[in-house]
C-alpha cells in the first residue's frame, strides 16, 4: 500500500470509531458492536471469526511456522456517570477532537491497531503473522473476554494491548487482588464492658496493611500497594460486635506472583482472609525483547503502569500501547483527537515494520 492508502485507513478507522460510539456497548451487552467489527472485517474482504461478542482475524497469508503478534483491545465501555454534557452516544467533533463514550478507552486503539492489521494484511514474506482481535468485557476483567479464546488463537509470541496511553509502551502493568477480610471477636453487652470487640481486633490487622513494606520492589511498578477501602461491623450501639468486615485493594508488581503477596499477608495478619480472585496478575516483558528493543531504537519513551487491563489475563510477553491519555478514560464528556488516531496508526505501523524477529 502507499501512502494515499494509509491515509484512507486513517479515515476508515476514525468512521468506524464514530459508528462504535453510536452503540452501547456496556459490559457483557457488546453484542452490536460486535456485529458491527465483524462486518468491518468482512468488507474488507478479511474473514474474521467470532466467539461471543470477541470478533478477531488472521493475516491473508498466515504461516504456522512463524512467530505471531496479537493486536489486540476492547470494544466494551463502562456506563456513562451523570455528569455528562453531550448525549455519551453522540459524535460530536469540535476542533478536531472527537467526544463519545469509549473514543478513549478504548476505541481509539481499537480501530487504530485495526487499521495497523489491515495495512499488513495482505503483505507477504512478513517476518511474523498478525492476529488482530476486538474482544469484551475488559472493563469487568470477564470470562468471556479475550481470555475465552486463547485457545482459538493459537501460539502467541508477543502482544500488543491497545490502551490509552499516548503512545508510550507501558513494559510493566500492576496486577490486582481484592481481599475480603473478616476479623471475629466475641459478643457482649456495651455496658458491662463485656465481649471481645471484632472492630478492635480489625484494627490491629488494618494498621499492618497500612503501614507494612515488602521486601522486593520493582524496578518499572515500585512497591506492593495495599488499601484498605470499605469496611463494616455492628448491629447496634449497645453490643459489642462478634465480628467486622473490611476490604482490601491489593495492587502487585512483578516482583512477587499474587499467590506470593497472598501467603505473605496471611503469615502476618490475624484476621481471616479470602481473596476474590488471585487471576489478574502483574505482567511484564524483558527489556531485552526483540520489540521493546526496536520500539526504543524508535524513540517510544518506556513506563510501568498502574492501571489494569487485559494484559492481566494473557499468559505471553505483552505490552500496552495506544492512542489517547489514560487520565481522559471513565470520566464525563470523554473524548480522543483524531490527531491521536492518525498518529497512532503511523506509529504502530512504524514499529511493527521495524521488527525483524522475536
Not at 19 to 48: G, M, Q, W
Not at 193 to 205: F, L, R
Not at 259 to 266: G, P, Q
Not at 331 to 340: G, H, P, R, S, V
Request: a negative charge.
Amino acid at each position: 500500500m502507499n501512502l494515499l492508502s494509509q491515509n484512507f485507513l486513517k479515515q476508515e478507522a476514525i468512521t468506524l470509531l464514530k459508528d462504535l460510539i453510536k452503540i452501547p456497548s456496556y459490559s457483557r451487552e457488546e453484542d452490536k458492536t460486535a456485529d458491527l467489527l465483524f462486518t468491518f472485517l468482512e468488507k474488507k474482504n478479511v474473514k474474521p471469526s467470532r466467539q461471543g461478542n470477541n470478533v478477531w482475524a488472521k493475516n491473508l497469508y498466515f504461516d504456522k511456522s512463524k512467530p505471531t503478534i496479537l493486536l489486540n483491545s476492547h470494544h466494551d465501555t463502562v456506563k456513562p456517570n451523570g455528569k455528562w454534557t453531550v448525549p455519551p452516544h453522540d459524535t460530536t467533533v469540535e476542533k478536531g477532537k472527537l467526544t463519545g463514550l469509549g473514543s478513549n478507552d478504548a476505541g481509539g486503539a481499537l480501530v487504530a491497531l485495526g487499521a495497523t492489521f489491515l495495512w499488513f494484511y495482505d503483505k507477504q514474506n512478513l517476518p511474523f503473522n498478525l492476529i488482530y482481535a476486538g474482544t469484551a468485557e475488559e472493563e469487568i476483567s470477564g470470562e468471556n473476554g479475550v481470555k475465552s479464546i486463547l485457545g482459538e488463537l493459537g501460539d502467541i509470541a508477543f502482544a500488543i494491548v491497545g490502551e490509552p496511553t499516548g503512545m508510550e509502551l507501558a513494559i510493566a502493568e500492576k496486577g490486582l487482588m481484592v481481599l475480603d477480610c473478616t476479623a471475629y471477636g466475641k459478643s457482649g453487652h456495651a455496658a458491662r464492658n463485656e465481649g471481645i470487640n471484632a472492630i478492635t481486633k480489625a484494627m490491629e490487622s488494618i494498621e499492618w496493611f497500612n503501614t507494612y513494606s515488602f521486601m522486593n520492589e520493582s524496578e518499572t511498578l515500585g512497591p506492593v500497594r495495599m488499601s484498605v477501602t470499605q469496611i463494616s461491623a455492628g448491629t447496634q450501639h449497645n453490643v459489642v460486635p462478634a465480628s467486622c468486615q473490611f476490604v482490601v485493594d491489593v495492587r502487585t508488581t512483578d516482583a512477587y506472583t499474587n499467590e506470593e503477596v497472598l501467603d505473605i499477608i496471611n503469615k502476618c495478619v490475624s484476621c481471616e482472609v479470602t481473596p476474590r480472585s488471585t487471576r489478574l496478575q502483574p505482567s511484564g516483558i524483558p527489556m531485552d525483547h526483540p520489540a521493546v528493543i526496536s520500539a526504543q531504537a524508535l524513540g517510544f519513551k518506556t513506563f510501568g503502569s498502574a492501571t489494569l487491563s487485559d494484559q492481566a489475563l494473557l499468559p505471553f510477553h505483552s505490552v500496552k500501547m495506544g492512542p489517547g491519555l489514560s487520565e481522559r478514560s471513565h470520566t464525563a464528556d470523554e473524548f480522543i483527537y483524531l490527531k491521536e488516531i492518525e498518529e497512532g496508526i503511523e506509529l504502530y505501523i512504524k514499529w511493527l515494520s521495524s521488527i525483524k524477529e522475536l
